[in-house]
């Protein structure tokens, strides 16, 4: 870290397909550089970087997928590396806000508690992989499995499923459960957000629990003079 950059602040977004966590990242990114005036990075994982951005197109693709859970995880791994050490670190070390779509908790999810993978593997390899990094906040972004399909496939029109969004109904129940449980276990980590109102209700609940969680990033939002307020008799 620079000497008078201020810490940087690693937030993570979570969740099942068609969460909206692309459209809440940007809406928060813009809130943040607003109220902070602070550098906000926005990345997203598998990605990132040059190399883990040719690592996703081979990964939605299903490329590791015939290897099994295990050799898939340790492709995100690979990837993951690749963006902390070039990204994620650098941002942070220069003082930024970096909020990040899917993160170590995706891995948990969708290899682990989906997949099949043993718990203590994934330990392993989330420690060998993070080292000393972990998300300051995470954000689960939650709705029914069926609803986020649904966006998901209404937002790609035409475009066959990817790897995940192929799988079925059950897999989907599944992550969802694991992310809550993520949630359960890790409170002072994360937060859920219900996600299934329109978007400007969830970016509301987010602004909300974030100002709760850091006033001096985000302060809680001051109503405009008469708003909220019953009308007069
Ligand atoms: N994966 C893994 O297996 N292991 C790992 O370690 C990691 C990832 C890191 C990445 O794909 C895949 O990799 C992912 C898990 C796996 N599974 N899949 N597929 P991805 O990045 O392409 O997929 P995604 O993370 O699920 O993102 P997404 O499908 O793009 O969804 P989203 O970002 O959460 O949602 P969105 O793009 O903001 O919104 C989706 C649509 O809904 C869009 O048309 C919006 O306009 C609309 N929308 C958004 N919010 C709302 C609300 N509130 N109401 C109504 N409509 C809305």
């Given at each position: 870290m620079s000497s008078d950059a201020p810490p940087g602040v690693f937030i993570t977004f979570e969740g099942g397909e068609g969460a909206g966590k692309s459209t809440q990242i940007a809406r928060l990114a813009e809130a943040l550089r607003q109220a902070s005036g602070r550098e906000v990075v926005t990345t997203r994982e598998p990605g990132g970087t040059e190399r883990a951005e040719e690592l996703r197109a081979a990964l939605l693709r299903g490329v590791a997928k015939p290897y099994g859970p295990f050799a898939e995880a340790l492709m995100f791994a690979a990837a993951r590396i690749d963006h902390i050490e070039n990204l994620i670190r650098p941002a942070l070390a220069r003082g930024a806000i970096v909020l990040c779509d899917r993160f170590s908790d995706s891995t948990r999810a969708y290899q682990g508690a989906a997949g099949g993978l043993a718990p203590g593997l994934i330990a392993s390899l989330e420690r060998v992989t993070l080292g000393d990094l972990r998300p300051d906040l995470t954000l689960i972004l939650d709705l029914p499995p069926e609803a986020g399909l649904a966006r998901a496939h209404s937002r790609g029109e035409g475009k066959p499923a990817d790897r995940f969004e192929a799988e079925g109904l059950r897999f989907h129940e599944r992550l969802r459960a694991a992310f809550r449980a993520i949630a359960a276990a890790e409170p002072e980590r994360c937060r859920v957000i219900d996600?299934?109102?329109?978007p400007d209700a969830v970016e509301a609940r987010i602004r909300e629990a974030v100002s709760a969680w850091r006033p001096d990033l985000l302060p809680q939002r001051v109503p405009a003079p008469g708003e909220g307020q019953g009308h007069a008799a």
């Open positions: 996600a299934d109102p329109g």
